[in-house]
């Protein structure tokens, strides 16, 4: 990478470093707006709320990093252009080729860039600003730690080994207590799920202790009343949340019990292609600066990035719903619009080489 190189993607890091901070203010802003009608339920204060929305942040990053990629190369590349940068780069022979290839670096850092927010950040920061939204507007008491999650309800205390995405529960041991808090009834079940007011228990077995000592059964289904909901501890987490490997692991669970994965894999091929876009979205950008729009002032060039960039993330998003409903291949659904956003741009990029 030579130092022109280098110069030009320090130029597009930094527009798009401005321009996601903004769109992050803006939309964190907004957030706060929404999250205000919820203060007062329960503990739920302004405290609470800026913890929600600060580790709310990673899923806004996550989500507008396409379109500040695409605006942030945009007005990187003006900027250069205005100032006859570019001209001079031209004229001394840097060909656009050149330009692009630093451009394209810049592609690959974002694409990685989204791929470690998406993965990594992304999935356990959401779960606890859940978990937090959770736990102080319904005042449930419950932690979670590396061995499962634990709650209380009364004189229960629950404790559960893995929450699936879909809500229900699996590996939960329920340990009842008298007056005197002495242990009496120990539960425990394969499998939770919630049925109208009440949870439904799957491969139970329930041990009695009294003064004649514990008595065993063990039954297929039993009904367990409780305060607890999927709501109230908002365990019901969207698949686009979900670190590529879970989902994963739990496309394959809902295959071995012949459920519906439709969704997920629609999830999954979401989260592939998501840093791709990233990386398309900056490709685009050449052309904008180099083509047909060369001549035209830097506030109408970002004018129609900003509309290219809300324009590819609605048809993205309509075509990968619309996949569901009519039955398209989850992977065709989730990549054709990314692919066509990037054959729009090779044939630009082929105009003007």
């Given at each position: 990478?030579?130092?022109?190189?280098?110069?030009?993607?320090?130029?597009?890091?930094?527009?798009t470093g401005l321009v996601l901070l903004v769109l992050l203010g803006l939309y964190t802003f907004m957030d706060f707006i929404a999250e205000l009608e919820e203060v007062g339920k329960?503990?739920?204060?302004?405290?609470?709320?800026?913890?929600?929305?600060?580790?709310?942040?990673?899923?806004?990053?996550?989500?507008?990093?396409?379109?500040?990629?695409?605006?942030?190369?945009?007005?990187?590349?003006?900027?250069?252009?205005?100032?006859?940068?570019?001209?001079?780069?031209?004229?001394?022979?840097?060909?656009?080729?050149?330009?692009?290839?630093?451009?394209?670096?810049?592609?690959?850092?974002?694409?990685?860039?989204?791929?470690?927010?998406?993965?990594?950040?992304?999935?356990?920061?959401?779960?606890?600003?859940?978990?937090?939204?959770?736990?102080?507007?319904?005042?449930?008491?419950?932690?979670?730690?590396?061995?499962?999650?634990?709650?209380?309800?009364?004189?229960?205390?629950?404790?559960?080994?893995?929450?699936?995405?879909?809500?229900?529960?699996?590996?939960?041991?329920?340990?009842?207590?008298?007056?005197?808090?002495?242990?009496?009834?120990?539960?425990?079940?394969?499998?939770?799920?919630?049925?109208?007011?009440?949870?439904?228990?799957?491969?139970?077995?329930?041990?009695?202790?009294?003064?004649?000592?514990?008595?065993?059964?063990?039954?297929?289904?039993?009904?367990?009343?409780?305060?607890?909901?999927?709501?109230?501890?908002?365990?019901?987490?969207?698949?686009?949340?979900?670190?590529?490997?879970?989902?994963?692991?739990?496309?394959?669970?809902?295959?071995?019990?012949?459920?519906?994965?439709?969704?997920?894999?629609?999830?999954?091929?979401?989260?592939?292609?998501?840093?791709?876009?990233?990386?398309?979205?900056?490709?685009?950008?050449?052309?904008?600066?180099?083509?047909?729009?060369?001549?035209?002032?830097?506030?109408?060039?970002?004018?129609?990035?900003?509309?290219?960039?809300?324009?590819?993330?609605?048809?993205?998003?309509?075509?990968?719903?619309?996949?569901?409903?009519?039955?398209?291949?989850?992977?065709?659904?989730?990549?054709?619009?990314?692919?066509?956003?990037?054959?729009?741009?090779?044939?630009?990029?082929?105009?003007?080489?």
């Open positions: 990478m030579t130092i022109l190189q280098r110069y030009i993607a320090q130029a597009i890091l930094t527009s329960g503990q739920y204060q302004l405290v609470e709320v800026m913890s929600y929305l600060a580790l709310s942040m990673p899923k806004r990053v996550y989500e507008l990093l396409p379109i500040a990629a695409l605006l942030g190369s945009v007005l990187g590349l003006g900027n250069l252009a205005s100032q006859s940068e570019l001209v001079v780069m031209r004229a001394a022979g840097i060909s656009i080729q050149s330009i692009n290839k630093a451009v394209m670096i810049v592609a690959v850092g974002l694409m990685l860039l989204a791929l470690f927010v998406g993965e990594v950040i992304r999935p356990p920061a959401e779960q606890s600003a859940r978990e937090l939204q959770s736990m102080a507007q319904t005042g449930t008491v419950g932690t979670r730690s590396d061995n499962g999650f634990w709650t209380r309800d009364g004189t229960h205390f629950n404790h559960i080994d893995r929450i699936l995405p879909d809500g229900r529960f699996a590996g939960v041991s329920i340990y009842e207590f008298d007056a005197e808090n002495r242990l009496r009834v120990v539960t425990k079940a394969e499998e939770a799920r919630y049925e109208g007011e009440h949870w439904t228990l799957s491969g139970v077995i329930q041990s009695n202790l009294d003064k004649d000592g514990v008595s065993v059964k063990s039954v297929e289904y039993a009904q367990w009343r409780s305060q607890l909901n999927p709501g109230m501890l908002n365990v019901v987490v969207p698949p686009e949340f979900l670190p590529v490997w879970s989902l994963v692991e739990y496309i394959r669970y809902l295959k071995t019990n012949h459920q519906s994965v439709g969704h997920y894999k629609m999830a999954f091929w979401m989260k592939v292609m998501m840093p791709l876009s990233s990386a398309v979205m900056v490709f685009l950008a050449v052309p904008f600066v180099f083509g047909p729009l060369r001549s035209t002032p830097i506030g109408a060039r970002i004018l129609v990035g900003t509309l290219v960039g809300i324009g590819f993330h609605l048809f993205n998003q309509s075509f990968q719903h619309m996949g569901l409903v009519f039955g398209v291949l989850p992977w065709l659904a989730a990549s054709l619009p990314t692919l066509l956003f990037a054959g729009v741009g090779y044939y630009w990029m082929k105009r003007i080489y």
